[in-house]
């Protein structure tokens, strides 16, 4: 009898709790909403954000003695807030938009070691999707502007004042 009961309880304990809904979006949220994916996001445009900063406060007469030092106070204090605000809108979004079923999926898929490594490696995805997405734009920037120059003056739109469309023309030429 007291196999029996012993193998009961391994038995039970071995077989995974049934999660909620509410559960699995909770724990999918906590491995892929994470203060390290948001502070690769914002390293990946810091140069951008550090510039549009500088701008506004240079706008209201404001100068920064020690940018980069300022803007690493800025990060350090947004993070842990923005985090937990992230992950309870995410939470809901999840319950939202996913069935219970492709919830308790994700939450699985995320508990395996590929999943742990996807979660682990996000960061570097950030930083190298941001990279090249930049790299791109520029790319598709050079071909870009005539293109739509050549469309703006087939299509005889007309760009502010009478002269001013042939002025923005020539600045793709």
């Known amino acids: 009898m ?18 909620t809904p509410q559960d699995d979006a909770r724990y999918i949220v906590e491995q892929t909403v994470t203060e390290q994916l948001f502070e690769a996001a914002i390293l990946a445009q810091q140069t951008y954000i550090s510039a549009a900063i500088s701008h506004q406060l240079a706008q209201q007469g404001i100068e920064v003695s020690d940018m980069p030092a300022f803007m690493g106070i800025i990060v350090d204090e947004m993070l842990a807030s923005f ?15 996913f069935t219970d079923k492709e919830l308790a999926d994700l939450a699985k898929f995320y508990a395996t070691p590929t999943g742990q490594a996807l979660m682990a490696k996000q960061p570097e995805l950030i930083s ?9 734009g520029r790319d ?9 120059a050549a469309r703006v003056n087939a299509d005889g739109i007309e760009i502010g004042e009478p002269g001013m469309t042939e002025r923005f023309l020539e600045l793709f030429q």
């Open 83 to 97: 985090t937990a605000g992230m992950k309870a809108e995410m939470e809901t979004f999840y319950v939202e938009n």
């Open 2 to 19: 007291k196999r029996l009961c012993t193998f009961a309880l391994l038995v039970a304990t071995a077989l995974p709790a049934t999660a």
């Open 128 to 136: 190298h999707s941001t990279a090249a997405g930049a790299q791109v």
């Open 140 to 148: 598709v920037q050079q071909g870009l502007l005539p293109a739509v």
